[in-house]
Protein backbone atom coordinates (compact mmCIF):
# COMPACT_ATOMS: atom_id res chain seq x y z
CA UNK A 1 0.00 0.00 0.00
CA UNK A 2 1.41 3.46 -0.94
CA UNK A 3 2.84 5.58 1.64
CA UNK A 4 3.42 2.41 3.85
CA UNK A 5 7.16 1.93 5.26
CA UNK A 6 8.79 -1.31 3.73
CA UNK A 7 9.90 -2.13 7.60
CA UNK A 8 6.54 -1.20 8.94
CA UNK A 9 5.88 -4.84 10.38
CA UNK A 10 9.08 -4.95 12.44
CA UNK A 11 8.62 -1.55 14.13
CA UNK A 12 6.07 0.12 16.79
CA UNK A 13 5.24 3.00 14.81
CA UNK A 14 3.32 4.31 17.65
CA UNK A 15 6.36 5.23 20.09
CA UNK A 16 8.10 7.15 16.61
CA UNK A 17 9.21 9.32 15.99
CA UNK A 18 12.58 8.73 17.66
CA UNK A 19 14.62 10.39 19.88
CA UNK A 20 17.70 10.49 18.06
CA UNK A 21 19.86 13.31 16.69
CA UNK A 22 19.30 14.68 13.17
CA UNK A 23 22.05 12.74 11.42
CA UNK A 24 22.96 10.30 13.99
CA UNK A 25 24.09 6.70 12.54
CA UNK A 26 21.90 4.69 15.14
CA UNK A 27 19.10 4.74 12.77
CA UNK A 28 20.51 3.41 9.99
CA UNK A 29 22.40 0.82 11.51
CA UNK A 30 18.84 -0.42 12.97
CA UNK A 31 17.29 -0.76 9.77
CA UNK A 32 20.25 -2.91 8.40
CA UNK A 33 19.44 -5.03 11.09
CA UNK A 34 15.65 -5.14 10.32
CA UNK A 35 16.57 -5.63 6.54
CA UNK A 36 18.37 -8.69 7.10
CA UNK A 37 15.52 -10.16 9.63
CA UNK A 38 13.17 -9.25 6.62
CA UNK A 39 15.52 -10.89 4.39
CA UNK A 40 16.44 -14.06 5.78
CA UNK A 41 12.28 -14.61 6.63
CA UNK A 42 12.42 -14.41 10.41
CA UNK A 43 9.43 -15.08 12.61
CA UNK A 44 9.50 -11.77 14.46
CA UNK A 45 7.73 -13.65 17.53
CA UNK A 46 10.91 -15.90 17.57
CA UNK A 47 13.32 -12.76 18.75
CA UNK A 48 14.48 -11.22 21.73
CA UNK A 49 15.69 -8.04 21.39
CA UNK A 50 17.57 -6.71 24.18
CA UNK A 51 19.38 -3.20 24.71
CA UNK A 52 20.83 -1.62 27.61
CA UNK A 53 21.24 2.18 28.28
CA UNK A 54 22.39 4.83 26.43
CA UNK A 55 21.62 6.76 23.11
CA UNK A 56 21.71 2.96 21.03
CA UNK A 57 19.68 1.34 23.99
CA UNK A 58 16.17 3.52 23.02
CA UNK A 59 16.16 1.12 20.13
CA UNK A 60 14.55 -1.87 22.18
CA UNK A 61 11.46 0.67 22.69
CA UNK A 62 11.07 0.71 18.14
CA UNK A 63 11.38 -2.83 17.44
CA UNK A 64 8.09 -5.13 17.22
CA UNK A 65 9.72 -7.76 18.80
CA UNK A 66 9.90 -8.67 22.43
CA UNK A 67 12.39 -6.53 23.38
CA UNK A 68 14.00 -5.70 26.84
CA UNK A 69 15.68 -2.27 27.87
CA UNK A 70 17.66 -3.24 30.21
CA UNK A 71 20.03 -1.51 32.98
CA UNK A 72 23.14 -0.54 32.38
CA UNK A 73 25.96 -2.90 31.70
CA UNK A 74 23.29 -5.56 31.75
CA UNK A 75 22.23 -6.51 28.47
CA UNK A 76 24.17 -9.37 27.95
CA UNK A 77 23.45 -10.84 31.44
CA UNK A 78 20.00 -10.67 30.37
CA UNK A 79 20.25 -12.06 26.99
CA UNK A 80 22.34 -14.92 28.42
CA UNK A 81 18.92 -15.60 31.14
CA UNK A 82 16.44 -15.71 27.91
CA UNK A 83 18.91 -17.74 25.39
CA UNK A 84 18.89 -20.18 28.17
CA UNK A 85 15.37 -20.44 28.70
CA UNK A 86 14.14 -20.38 25.05
CA UNK A 87 17.50 -21.36 23.22
CA UNK A 88 15.02 -22.14 19.90
CA UNK A 89 14.82 -18.06 19.60
CA UNK A 90 17.35 -15.82 17.88
CA UNK A 91 18.48 -13.56 21.16
CA UNK A 92 20.07 -10.33 19.96
CA UNK A 93 21.96 -7.65 21.77
CA UNK A 94 22.21 -4.05 20.21
CA UNK A 95 23.65 -1.69 22.13
CA UNK A 96 26.55 1.38 22.98
CA UNK A 97 30.02 0.85 23.22
CA UNK A 98 29.52 2.39 26.66
CA UNK A 99 26.74 0.23 28.02
CA UNK A 100 29.08 -3.03 26.61
CA UNK A 101 32.32 -1.90 27.07
CA UNK A 102 32.67 -0.01 30.17
CA UNK A 103 30.46 -1.04 32.67
CA UNK A 104 29.21 -4.19 30.64
CA UNK A 105 32.82 -5.28 29.45
CA UNK A 106 33.32 -8.21 31.77
CA UNK A 107 29.96 -9.51 30.46
CA UNK A 108 30.98 -9.22 27.25
CA UNK A 109 34.22 -11.12 27.65
CA UNK A 110 32.87 -14.06 29.17
CA UNK A 111 29.94 -14.56 27.28
CA UNK A 112 32.54 -14.83 23.94
CA UNK A 113 34.45 -16.81 26.12
CA UNK A 114 31.46 -19.01 26.89
CA UNK A 115 30.59 -19.31 22.88
CA UNK A 116 26.87 -18.45 24.05
CA UNK A 117 24.67 -18.39 20.79
CA UNK A 118 24.17 -14.38 20.51
CA UNK A 119 24.38 -11.83 18.21
CA UNK A 120 26.02 -8.70 20.02
CA UNK A 121 25.52 -5.52 17.50
CA UNK A 122 27.59 -2.77 19.30
CA UNK A 123 27.01 0.95 17.64
CA UNK A 124 30.23 2.43 18.38
CA UNK A 125 29.64 6.42 18.56
CA UNK A 126 33.30 7.25 20.07
CA UNK A 127 31.74 9.11 23.58
CA UNK A 128 28.83 8.36 25.72
CA UNK A 129 26.37 10.38 23.54
CA UNK A 130 23.34 10.26 25.90
CA UNK A 131 25.08 11.96 28.87
CA UNK A 132 27.02 15.03 27.12
CA UNK A 133 29.86 13.20 24.77
CA UNK A 134 32.42 12.23 27.55
CA UNK A 135 35.67 9.98 27.07
CA UNK A 136 34.06 6.62 26.38
CA UNK A 137 36.23 3.25 26.85
CA UNK A 138 36.33 3.23 22.24
CA UNK A 139 37.24 7.25 22.40
CA UNK A 140 40.32 7.10 19.84
CA UNK A 141 43.68 8.52 21.13
CA UNK A 142 44.30 11.96 21.01
CA UNK A 143 40.65 12.86 19.63
CA UNK A 144 38.39 15.22 21.46
CA UNK A 145 35.52 14.91 23.93
CA UNK A 146 33.91 17.24 26.84
CA UNK A 147 36.18 15.67 29.52
CA UNK A 148 39.12 15.58 26.90
CA UNK A 149 39.21 19.08 25.43
CA UNK A 150 42.95 19.07 25.03
CA UNK A 151 42.90 15.18 23.57
CA UNK A 152 42.10 12.23 24.85
CA UNK A 153 45.49 9.95 26.72
CA UNK A 154 44.03 6.71 27.16
CA UNK A 155 44.59 4.16 24.52
CA UNK A 156 40.93 2.68 23.32
CA UNK A 157 39.44 -0.59 23.10
CA UNK A 158 40.27 -2.32 19.55
CA UNK A 159 36.80 -3.91 19.93
CA UNK A 160 37.20 -6.58 17.28
CA UNK A 161 40.99 -7.87 18.56
CA UNK A 162 38.84 -7.66 21.92
CA UNK A 163 35.91 -10.23 20.67
CA UNK A 164 38.14 -12.33 18.83
CA UNK A 165 40.87 -12.80 21.31
CA UNK A 166 37.69 -13.49 24.21
CA UNK A 167 36.34 -16.41 21.87
CA UNK A 168 33.93 -14.91 19.34
CA UNK A 169 33.58 -17.79 16.82
CA UNK A 170 31.76 -14.61 14.30
CA UNK A 171 33.40 -10.90 14.64
CA UNK A 172 33.43 -7.95 12.08
CA UNK A 173 33.11 -4.24 11.55
CA UNK A 174 31.47 -1.73 9.39
CA UNK A 175 30.57 1.40 8.96
CA UNK A 176 26.86 3.51 8.84
CA UNK A 177 28.68 4.04 5.30
CA UNK A 178 28.44 0.49 4.44
CA UNK A 179 24.52 -1.02 4.73
CA UNK A 180 24.80 -3.47 2.49
CA UNK A 181 27.74 -5.20 3.96
CA UNK A 182 26.67 -4.88 7.23
CA UNK A 183 23.12 -5.81 6.72
CA UNK A 184 25.14 -9.51 5.15
CA UNK A 185 27.55 -9.12 8.51
CA UNK A 186 24.01 -9.05 10.73
CA UNK A 187 22.23 -12.27 8.26
CA UNK A 188 25.69 -14.19 9.33
CA UNK A 189 25.18 -13.13 12.99
CA UNK A 190 21.89 -14.74 13.06
CA UNK A 191 22.45 -17.41 11.51
CA UNK A 192 25.31 -17.99 13.38
CA UNK A 193 25.69 -20.89 16.21
CA UNK A 194 27.94 -19.30 18.82
CA UNK A 195 28.82 -15.64 19.91
CA UNK A 196 28.46 -13.04 17.44
CA UNK A 197 29.65 -9.87 16.95
CA UNK A 198 29.32 -6.94 14.75
CA UNK A 199 30.95 -3.47 15.26
CA UNK A 200 28.95 -0.58 13.58
CA UNK A 201 31.15 2.57 13.48
CA UNK A 202 29.17 5.58 13.99
CA UNK A 203 30.77 8.77 15.35
CA UNK A 204 28.46 10.74 16.88
CA UNK A 205 27.22 13.84 15.25
CA UNK A 206 25.64 15.76 18.08
CA UNK A 207 29.10 15.87 20.45
CA UNK A 208 31.77 13.86 18.54
CA UNK A 209 31.78 14.82 15.26
CA UNK A 210 31.46 18.16 16.83
CA UNK A 211 34.36 18.70 19.10
CA UNK A 212 36.69 16.83 16.24
CA UNK A 213 35.75 19.16 13.37
CA UNK A 214 34.18 15.96 11.34
CA UNK A 215 31.03 18.64 10.05
CA UNK A 216 27.63 17.73 9.89
CA UNK A 217 25.82 14.11 8.26
CA UNK A 218 26.89 14.37 4.88
CA UNK A 219 30.56 14.98 6.03
CA UNK A 220 30.52 12.09 8.26
CA UNK A 221 29.55 9.71 5.38
CA UNK A 222 32.14 11.04 3.09
CA UNK A 223 35.04 10.96 6.28
CA UNK A 224 33.52 6.99 6.68
CA UNK A 225 33.58 6.35 2.97
CA UNK A 226 37.09 7.83 2.26
CA UNK A 227 38.69 6.20 5.82
CA UNK A 228 37.17 3.09 5.48
CA UNK A 229 39.54 0.31 3.69
CA UNK A 230 37.86 -3.49 3.58
CA UNK A 231 40.30 -6.15 4.46
CA UNK A 232 38.46 -9.56 5.39
CA UNK A 233 40.14 -12.12 7.78
CA UNK A 234 43.31 -9.49 8.80
CA UNK A 235 44.70 -10.13 11.81
CA UNK A 236 42.17 -7.96 14.13
CA UNK A 237 45.15 -6.97 16.28
CA UNK A 238 46.24 -5.00 12.97
CA UNK A 239 42.48 -3.57 12.92
CA UNK A 240 42.79 -0.56 15.71
CA UNK A 241 40.95 3.02 14.74
CA UNK A 242 43.03 5.69 14.93
CA UNK A 243 42.73 9.83 14.37
CA UNK A 244 43.74 10.80 10.84
CA UNK A 245 44.14 6.85 10.09
CA UNK A 246 42.55 4.45 7.91
CA UNK A 247 39.35 2.22 9.60
CA UNK A 248 39.74 -1.36 8.67
CA UNK A 249 36.44 -3.16 8.00
CA UNK A 250 35.22 -6.20 7.12
CA UNK A 251 34.69 -9.70 8.73
CA UNK A 252 37.73 -10.68 11.16
CA UNK A 253 36.86 -14.35 12.38
CA UNK A 254 34.67 -16.56 11.05
CA UNK A 255 34.84 -20.19 12.73
CA UNK A 256 33.03 -23.23 14.96
CA UNK A 257 33.98 -24.25 18.33
CA UNK A 258 31.25 -25.64 20.91
CA UNK A 259 27.97 -23.72 21.70
CA UNK A 260 27.46 -23.42 25.45
CA UNK A 261 23.44 -23.31 25.32
CA UNK A 262 23.96 -26.79 23.35
CA UNK A 263 26.53 -28.08 25.26
CA UNK A 264 23.90 -27.15 28.87
CA UNK A 265 21.08 -28.68 27.39
CA UNK A 266 23.16 -31.62 26.05
CA UNK A 267 24.19 -32.79 29.77
CA UNK A 268 20.22 -31.32 31.06
CA UNK A 269 19.60 -34.24 28.76
CA UNK A 270 21.82 -36.78 29.82
CA UNK A 271 21.43 -35.99 33.44
CA UNK A 272 17.25 -36.17 33.05
CA UNK A 273 17.30 -38.93 30.67
CA UNK A 274 14.53 -36.39 29.06
CA UNK A 275 14.54 -34.78 25.98
CA UNK A 276 14.18 -31.22 27.10
CA UNK A 277 13.88 -28.17 24.22
CA UNK A 278 13.67 -25.71 26.69
CA UNK A 279 13.36 -24.53 30.20
CA UNK A 280 10.18 -22.68 29.91
Known amino acids: MSGVHPLEELLRSDRLPHIWCPGCGIGIALNCFLRAVKELDINPDSIAFIS ?31 KVARPDMHVVVFSGDGDLFAIGGNHFIHAARRNVDLLVICINNFNYGMTGGQL ?5 FKSRTTTTPYGNIEHPFNLVYLAAAAGATYVARWTIAHPIPLTKSIEKGLLKRGFAFIEVVAPCITQYAR ?8 EVMKYLKKSSVIKNFI ?12 IIVGEFVDTERPE ?14 KDIKCLV
Open 52 to 82: GIGCTGRAAGYVNFDSFHTTHGRAIPLAMGV
Open 136 to 140: GPTTP
Open 211 to 218: YNKLGGPV
Open 260 to 273: YISELYRLIRERSG
Open 235 to 246: DPAKAEIEVGGK
